[in-house]
């Protein structure tokens, strides 16, 4: 058995030669190491230069230069749990008041001066092993959290990108694991001109197991679909191949629900199975319109030995151009207003947000960022314990609203040069003037590469995305941008503002690290709101340059900056 | 070496002389110091300083195994702190008295 004390150091700490000697006697004797000093200043020093190598500290209280409880408070500011041993030679009746003041602390304990051998050994062997496995527990946690977010960013990065716009149609996602990795999974394949090939997929459970699982599955669903051939594949035929995989490779440890839907825009229709998950809702006009009138579908996938599908099992959903097709895996109706997760999200309250928030984003060109909204609004209502991984996708045609440009552009210095090349095509071809034309796009580069550069994780940009709207407002240009970077602050700027509006706002972002915008020249008003983990910006782009100098302005910044 | 200190430091430090000695030698030394100290701090009416050194006396007693010499520390820090000089200056003597016995 290894002897716990061999090599754990003790700072010893008291301005009495006699007792630093008899208290590292002792200690020696049990096999411990002692550090003894005489004063605080040097245990200080000792404690900074030596982080982590004392296991625990023993002071006297009443020591010449400083009170014991004042040194456990500088000691509490470089460690907070390191256990200290008051040593006093007061009684206890006589040192009620000092015996409340050690015991305060939870990680403080008393130890008479005259402290017998055995009971020092019996008290300090007892915390400092607690505190050795708490040390051990706490590194485990840092370590699993480590290796938790990085197979969250290879998840993250096996996904297609979260949202796309093509000129006959588009897709969004929401992908958001409960707890850093999912047992989701989605997929959207090019399948032709126009066509998609949509997967959602719902891996049982959720954590590591599921999460593994994903990995795999995803991995195998990329191979498959984008196989020579892949076009042809039925939704039946696709299932039948992944049916064949979870018995292969994932027997008896798990299942998938899915949906396996191929979207054709120029056929006015999508053709999709159903394994087990809910069924797609599609949304027209503000009103569902019955997909899956027969509940036509399969079990999960990987459930039994024998399933198989075939093409009954398969439905063809007829679509307007103005219809929004929804997935949603089940962790959406587990949304819960309480931590036990019992009062969950009632299926008329999400079905009519959803509803709502369709015919508004139809209406004012921002469908290809409604889920942000969508999954907003459901926190406002009060469901945000989130109880299971949550997978969301929107797809449908793709509708271009008179004066209103709508696009999913890929974070990439290439991908933006060429989207305000598109920016500016579509602005001369809705007639705008050259100078608002040069407005628009400066605001909108110097936005999304504020992005790039500071909102998002060196390791997501490969699949970062931004969505943008853009439209006349008044006789001024309204550049709306949608980005999933890191938080910003939510800010207003009114149109007309003197000025200091901006400058607070910038001053602002700039203390969020996500540099200054240099909005002031060029808009006169700017929003900023957050959707759940997208940040959603409002520009209003304006004409004409301001001259207007703010009195007063230096004085109000100062005292911001003191803030 | 006092035969109360012998037998409490032999039961805590196994019986090894070498580190009793030490010890010992240590306790002697600063009981000589600090009722010097006392004394000082008497004539000076430092009633603080007082009860800080016979808190410490006290504490070396103890560790020490002395046990006599405790008790005069005891109560010099209750007369201190009543600013009782005369009794102050009775028990130092005493404290000196036992120190003639190390």
């Known amino acids: 058995m290894v002897d716990m004390r061999k090599g754990t150091k003790l700072l010893v700490v008291d301005d009495e030669k006699l007792i630093r000697m008899t208290m590292s006697a002792k200690l020696k004797r049990v096999g411990y190491t002692p550090v003894a000093v005489g004063d605080v200043e040097s245990a200080v020093k000792e404690l900074k230069d030596n982080p982590k190598e004392f296991s625990a500290v023993i002071s006297d209280i009443m020591m010449g230069d400083m009170d014991g409880f004042v040194f456990r408070d500088i000691i509490r500011g470089i460690d907070p749990t390191m256990p200290i041993f008051f040593l006093t030679a007061l009684d206890p009746e006589e040192g009620s008041g000092f015996l409340k003041r050690i015991l305060d602390d939870p990680a403080s304990y008393y130890l008479p001066k005259t402290v017998t051998t055995e009971v020092l050994l019996r008290r300090i062997r007892q915390i400092v092993a607690s505190r050795r496995v708490e040390n051990f527990i706490e590194r485990k946690m840092e370590e699993d959290r480590k290796s938790l977010e990085l197979a969250s960013h290879i998840q993250r990065s096996m996904l297609p990108i979260r949202s796309i716009t093509t000129p006959r149609g588009y897709y969004t996602t929401w992908w958001r694991p409960m707890d850093m990795v999912s047992g989701d999974l989605y997929e959207a394949v090019r399948f032709g001109s126009g066509v998609y090939l949509y997967v959602l997929g719902d891996i049982q459970g959720h954590g590591t197991s599921a999460a593994l699982a994903m990995t795999a599955v995803q991995s195998f669903l990329k191979n498959l679909t984008r196989a020579d051939g892949a076009p042809r594949m039925s939704p039946a035929e696709i299932a039948n191949q992944l049916q064949k995989f979870f018995r292969s490779n994932l027997p008896d440890v798990s299942y998938m629900t899915a949906i396996i839907c191929i979207h054709r825009p120029l056929s006015g229709d999508m053709i999709w199975l159903n394994c087990g998950a809910p069924d797609l809702v599609v949304v027209d006009q503000g009103k569902e319109v019955e997909a899956n009138p027969e509940h036509k579908g399969g079990f999960p996938i990987g459930l039994f030995d024998d399933t198989v599908y075939s093409e009954d099992d398969v439905v063809t959903t007829p679509l307007t151009k103005t219809a929004v097709c929804f997935g949603y895996t089940d962790g959406l109706v587990d949304l819960s207003r309480d931590e036990e997760g019992l009062e969950k999200l009632p299926a008329e309250l999400w079905r009519k947000a959803l509803r709502e928030l369709t015919v508004s984003a139809r209406e004012n060109g921002s469908i290809v960022a409604s889920l942000a909204k969508f999954v907003k609004a459901l926190e406002e209502y009060g469901y945000d314990k989130w109880q299971d991984d949550i997978t969301l996708i929107s797809f449908g045609a793709r509708v271009m609203l008179p004066g209103v440009y709508e696009a999913a552009i890929l974070l990439s210095p290439d991908d933006v040069d060429t989207a305000s090349q598109d920016i500016a095509a579509w602005c001369r071809e809705e007639g705008w003037p050259e100078e608002a034309i040069s407005l628009v796009q400066l605001v909108f580069e110097e936005k999304v590469m504020n992005v790039y550069d500071h909102g998002i994780d060196e390791r997501d940009r490969m699949h970062a995305v931004v969505n943008v709207r853009l439209r006349m407002r008044g006789g001024n240009p309204e550049l709306t941008i949608w980005d999933d970077g890191t938080q910003e602050p939510s800010i207003k700027v009114a149109a007309g503002d003197s000025g200091v509006g901006f400058e607070m706002a910038n001053l602002n972002l700039s203390n969020h690290g996500r540099g200054r915008l240099m909005v002031r020249e060029l808009c006169n008003g700017i929003e900023r709101n957050r959707y759940t983990s997208i940040n959603e910006t409002i520009y209003h782009v304006r004409l004409k340059p301001p001259t207007m100098e703010v009195e007063g302005l230096d004085g109000l910044l100062e005292e911001a900056e003191r803030k | ?102």
């Open chain 2, 1 to 102: 070496m006092k035969e109360c200190c012998k037998a409490y430091l032999a039961e805590q430090f196994g019986g090894d002389a070498d580190i009793m000695k030490e010890i010992y030698d240590e306790y002697v030394s600063s009981v000589g110091v600090k009722l010097g100290e006392a004394k000082a701090a008497l004539a000076a009416g430092d009633w603080t300083q007082l009860d800080h050194i016979a808190h410490t006396v006290k504490g070396n007693a103890l560790a020490a195994g002395d046990v006599e010499m405790s008790e005069p520390a005891i109560a010099l820090r209750k007369v201190a702190v009543l600013k009782e000089s005369a009794e102050c200056e009775r028990l130092i003597a005493k404290m000196e008295e036992l120190a003639k016995t190390l």
